[in-house]
């Protein structure tokens, strides 16, 4: 047994180093670093070693809202497709790794060095207008005037959901006076402001906003802070795509992306307010798209005044989603899946303000809660609760902060 349990440890410390490396950079290293924690944890429990592992009450809290829905509607399938699922196990293995093999600050290193490169990366394609997955070296200019960037996941919303909640890490341990910090915090800060997203930015001012009121009394966090957003906004105001980009999201009668999430945004409200009780309960599952997309005229109609079929405006539908994650949950797990959705979020910012009173790692802990609530109001405008890198991101570092927690010791 102690031989399986010294092989599930290795693996699980591996999966760890794997993930650190492959978060901001690919799915598919995601996948392996899932694949191979999967495997140590399990050799770590047939070798009956249950000690070493976080809480239990966040996955309670998430997986209950997809497992009632579940069983309202006698099926077994939404599991697979809803919002949360295997993507759960780098809690586990990033808490278990770092309690047994006290290798934290080495993850700490390694996650600034893949998030600095691929900041790098998406500074380069902003500039170079060219996507780093179809470099091509023969035509390569660099402009003054950037292009928005999509990174490894060729996907700006993912890659901007990716960055957020790790840049108040950095922050944090800056903050904390671990200073070559500073660098991954600079260098995300201008990543994220090169995916052009929005729902991000308001993310990162809220987020910033928070920690400014957590540490009030500190001059120099407030300073910093400070500082932190006139420089930001310095930036995103002298060039003029960024500029463009930020103001055209206040124009909404000429912003079709506005335009387009008050149409489903409203053909989700239209399909709750139609369901039974039960529905309205525990969500309709798997079925929610079907109504959705027949909602979705009626929809149209109300934002537009114009009535049209479905076949004419198909476009605005964009696969039926909700970008906002909060709709999203409504309908699909209903009023009470919504709950436990939050309760989620309550109960992870609530552990961390609890505990930062008198703790040695106070900066940090406020750090992470500031990151969560820049990740919700993120959520206001986008599902980013959805895909499987930001989940397996944000169960990565969910688990990284339950080890902070307990670790009542200066870095």
């Known amino acids: 047994m ?14 760890t180093y794997i993930l650190a490396l492959t978060i901001p950079i ?9 694949g191979v924690g999967a495997i140590g944890l399990l050799l770590i429990l047939i070798s009956k070693d249950f000690k070493n592992f ?8 998430i997986f209950t809202a997809p497992i009632l829905t579940m069983l309202s509607q006698f099926s077994l399938s939404f599991l697979s497709w809803s919002c949360i699922n295997h993507h759960v196990l780098p809690y586990f293995t990033s808490y278990k790794a770092i309690k047994e093999k006290r290798i934290f600050k080495n993850i700490l290193y390694l996650l600034a060095i893949s998030f600095s490169a691929i900041s790098f990366i998406i500074i380069f ?10 470099l091509n070296l023969s035509n390569l200019t660099f402009y003054l005037n950037p292009y928005q960037s999509w990174g490894f996941y060729s996907n700006s919303l993912i890659t901007a959901a990716i960055l957020l909640p790790f840049i108040f890490l950095f922050l944090g341990l800056s903050i904390n006076k671990k200073y070559i910090f500073i660098i991954p915090s600079i260098l995300t800060i201008l990543a994220l402001i090169f995916t052009m997203k929005r729902s991000a930015y308001l993310g990162l001012g809220s987020g910033i906003i928070f920690l400014v009121i957590a540490n009030i009394k500190n001059r120099k966090i407030f300073i910093s802070s400070l500082v932190i957003a006139i420089l930001t906004t310095i930036l995103v105001f002298s060039l003029p795509s960024l500029k463009n980009n930020l103001v055209s999201g ?7 992306d506005a335009q387009v999430r008050f149409m489903l945004w409203e053909s989700y409200l239209i399909t709750f307010k139609n369901y039974n009780l039960k529905e309205k309960l525990f969500g309709k599952g798997k079925q929610t798209r079907i109504y959705i997309k027949k909602n979705f005229p009626e929809a149209y109609y109300r934002i537009t005044g114009q009535k049209k079929p479905f076949e004419s405006i198909k476009q605005y539908y964009v696969s039926g989603i909700s970008h906002n994650i909060y709709l999203r949950y409504l309908d699909e797990t209903g009023i009470v899946g919504l709950l436990f959705f939050l309760f989620f979020w309550i109960y992870l910012l609530w552990i961390n303000i609890s505990n930062a009173k008198n703790h040695p790692l106070r900066e940090i802990l406020m750090s992470f809660s500031a990151g969560y609530i820049a990740f919700l109001v993120m959520g206001f405008f986008e599902n980013n609760f959805v895909d499987a890198a930001t989940n397996m991101a944000l169960m990565f570092i969910i688990g990284l902060n339950m080890f902070l927690i307990e670790h009542r010791k200066p870095l």
């Open 26 to 34: 690919s799915i598919a290293g995601d996948s392996i670093g899932v």
């Open 2 to 15: 102690e031989k399986i349990n010294k092989a599930g440890i290795f693996l699980v410390v591996l999966s």
């Open 125 to 134: 394609e902003a500039f170079s207008h060219q996507n780093i997955k179809h």
């Open 54 to 61: 976080p809480s239990l009450k966040p996955i309670i809290l």
């Open 250 to 256: 206040f124009n909404i009668k000429k912003n079709i």
